[in-house]
């Protein structure tokens, strides 16, 4: 199993992105997935996750402008990003808690992508 990001980038203060993280292997099903971030010299702090039927949790300081979205089709996970500010500027990391086809779950993450707010 593996997952893969994509979309990080720089960006200007004010701007939009979109990040993606697609899970593939052996996988039986998905249950939560969702988003952390690591800014320098912090530590990693949970974003945004979602359960497969779409319920969403949001940290305070990303409320009304990330929006987290997946697509259990393509066991895809997305992290809409408006109104970003210097202070989004980290690497973001998707997980997801994946169950193999032995049945067991087990949580995996992506490798991170940068995300950097700056003029």
């Known amino acids: 199993v593996q997952l893969v990001e994509s979309g990080g980038g720089l960006v200007q203060p004010g701007g939009s992105l979109r990040l993606s993280c697609a899970a593939s292997?052996?996988?039986?099903?998905?249950?939560?997935m969702g988003w952390y971030r690591q800014a320098p010299g912090k530590q990693r702090d949970l974003v945004a996750d979602?359960?497969?039927?779409?319920?969403?949790t949001y940290a305070d300081s990303v409320k009304g402008r990330f929006t987290i979205s997946r697509d259990n089709a393509k066991n895809t996970v997305y992290l809409h990003m408006n109104g970003l500010t210097p202070e989004d500027t980290a690497v973001y990391y998707c997980?997801?808690?994946?169950?193999?086809?032995?049945?067991?779950?087990?949580?995996?993450w992506g490798q991170g992508t940068q995300v950097t707010v700056s003029s």
């Open positions: 292997g052996s996988i039986l099903s998905i249950g939560v």
């Open positions: 979602i359960t497969r039927g779409g319920t969403t």
């Open positions: 997980y997801a808690d994946i169950q193999s086809f032995n049945g067991i779950f087990k949580q995996f």
